[in-house]
Nanobody, 123 residues
Framework: QVQLVESGGGLVPDGGSLRLSCAGS????????IGWFRQAPGKERNLVAK????????DYSDSVKGRFTISRDNANNVIYLQMNNLKPEDTGVYYC????????????????WGQGTSVTVSP
């Protein structure tokens, strides 16, 4: 089992920066693929960035590529999402999630979720 706790959200002006943190625990956390998801108001939750163990490769959605950076501190069991040049459309609740590898279909699926942290970017 994996437990995830997000923090670092808040109110930031257009063009500002925030760093989100995801603290993990559990025997499966250290080797898990971790994703950051965003759920904008009135919209579905979508993957923003993901990172494999121990730290590569990484992947980003087109909307955040070049502005956001995902990283992980494996020694301290923390995953970060550095968000620069924030835009109003980045507003939403951000969730971190840990994936489980299913050998039956040779695919990763996100199984464990945090409670989310809210990010609001003012215009």
């Amino acid at each position: 089992q994996v437990q995830l706790v997000e923090s670092g959200g808040g109110l930031v002006p257009d063009g500002g920066s925030l760093r989100l943190s995801c603290a993990g625990s559990g025997p499966s956390f250290a080797s898990s693929t971790i994703g950051w998801f965003r759920q904008a108001p009135g919209k579905e939750r979508n993957l923003v960035a993901k990172i494999f163990w121990p730290g590569s490769p990484t992947d980003y959605s087109d909307s955040v590529k070049g502005r956001f950076t995902i990283s992980r501190d494996n020694a301290n069991n923390v995953i970060y999402l550095q968000m620069n040049n924030l835009k109003p459309e980045d507003t939403g609740v951000y969730y971190c999630a840990a994936a489980t590898y299913y050998s039956s279909n040779q695919a990763w699926e996100f199984t464990y979720w945090g409670q989310g942290t809210s990010v609001t970017v003012s215009p």
